[in-house]
Structures are given as structure tokens and as C-alpha cells.
């Protein structure tokens, strides 16, 4: 999979902390998937207090995405393959 920044992408919180980015998964989406520090998205580790909550909304991933020197922003991407992988490891 590609660089998050190849993709059609959007910023829902800019520099938001764990406890933030979970509430606000929880709070706005039905599906939820906690998932530990380090697991992969993008082929990107997400960082964060664990569980980390990722959200799922049609083909949409939402989460917490890490840049170095820039912060923690929640994102909003389609990415159907890592949809369907997060549904397959809550089965």
C-alpha cells in the first residue's frame, strides 16, 4: 500500500493526543476496532496509548496518524484492502 499522502485523505483533528482521537472514533462512529501500538496501517505504525481505536465507516479507515516533527492528526482515507483486513482480525 501507498503513502498516506498519495491518497485522497482528510484531517478531521490536527494535533490531538490519544485519549482524543479515541474519544472522538467512539463517539462519532459505529464500528470501532481497538488495535495495539505499533500495528500497521499503510504500512505505517500507528503510535499511541494502546488500545488504539480505529474506526470504520463504508470503505473509510479513520485514525490516528503520527508525522514526526508535525504532530498526531485523525485521518478519514479510503482504503477498502485495510477495511477488510481490520474486519478479519476482530473475526
Do not use: Q, W
Request: charged content about 30%; overall charge negative.
Amino acid at each position: 500500500m501507498g503513502c498516506l499522502e498519495s491518497l485522497k485523505y482528510e484531517i478531521l483533528l490536527k494535533n490531538a493526543s490519544s485519549k482524543e482521537s479515541g474519544d472522538f472514533i467512539r463517539n462519532h462512529y459505529d464500528e470501532v476496532h481497538e488495535v495495539e501500538a505499533g500495528y500497521k496501517i499503510l504500512d505505517k505504525h500507528l503510535i499511541g496509548i494502546p488500545p488504539i481505536a480505529v474506526g470504520v465507516e463504508g470503505d473509510y479507515v479513520i485514525f490516528p496518524y503520527t508525522k514526526p516533527c508535525y504532530g498526531t492528526f485523525l485521518v478519514r482515507v479510503a482504503v477498502p484492502e485495510e477495511v477488510e483486513r481490520l474486519r478479519k482480525r476482530s473475526k
